[in-house]
């Protein structure tokens, strides 16, 4: 029997990942998404499409896995293989109650060029996205790169990133609602393709 608080998270968890497969933000099995409940995080099954799920989908697991071990039975279902980074950010973060990840494709043409996106670029990202911590390419689920996710968003000054650049592997947003980290994400898309179209009519303008 779950909660009016799990049964809540769900369904905001179910409306993100529809919004963000209708925005074509995700493909395939990609992204994740979680919101916390207390100690515990209800997060997105591992291998399953993000924009076709329901509530009995979602896992609840605890932040500090060393309270309960994860389930080793092979055919149960596992929660995000990003799972590290998700606890990562609720250990190091209080006030963010939700974690969105997407393999954004242009931050994925982007980084894989070496280019690092500007939000001081547009007047939207300049506010709305002051920061956008860049980590380099880390092995997915490892402990390296959760904690290097985790230490991009308390690095001082306030206000502290809500965003953090991926090298090759998309964006990690967080906020205080699973609407308010997916809208994070959907910003840091806007700024990538801006950037990208402006590198492409930069450079078709000098082969002229
Ligand atoms: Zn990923």
Excluded: W
């Excluded at 099954?45 to 039975?73: C, Y």
């Excluded at 906020?175 to 910003?187: D, F, K």
């Amino acid at each position: 029997m779950h909660s009016l608080e799990h049964l809540e998270a769900a369904d905001a968890i179910i409306r993100a990942g529809v919004r963000l497969g209708a925005r074509g933000l995700i493909v395939a099995a990609e992204g994740n998404l979680s919101i916390r409940i207390g100690d515990q995080l209800l997060v997105t099954p591992s291998g399953r499409r993000k924009d076709e799920l329901s509530v009995a989908d979602l896992l609840l697991v605890p932040i500090n896995p060393g309270d309960a071990p994860d389930a080793d039975d092979p055919d149960a279902p596992r929660p995000s293989s990003d799972i590290a980074v998700h606890r990562a950010i609720y250990r190091a973060r209080p006030d963010v109650q939700a974690v969105a990840h997407a393999h954004l494709a242009a931050s994925l043409g982007l980084t894989l060029a070496g280019e690092r996106p500007d939000p001081e670029d547009l007047p939207e990202t300049r506010l709305l996205l002051p920061r956008l911590p860049f980590v380099p390419l880390l092995p997915m689920g490892s402990p390296e790169i959760a904690a290097a996710v985790a230490a991009a968003l308390v690095e001082p000054p306030e206000p502290l990133a809500t965003a953090v650049l991926q090298e090759r592997h998309g964006a990690v947003t967080v906020g205080a609602t699973i609407e308010a980290a997916v809208n994070r994400l959907e910003l840091v898309d806007l700024l990538c393709r801006v950037r990208r179209d402006a590198l492409l009519i930069e450079a078709s303008r000098r082969a002229r």
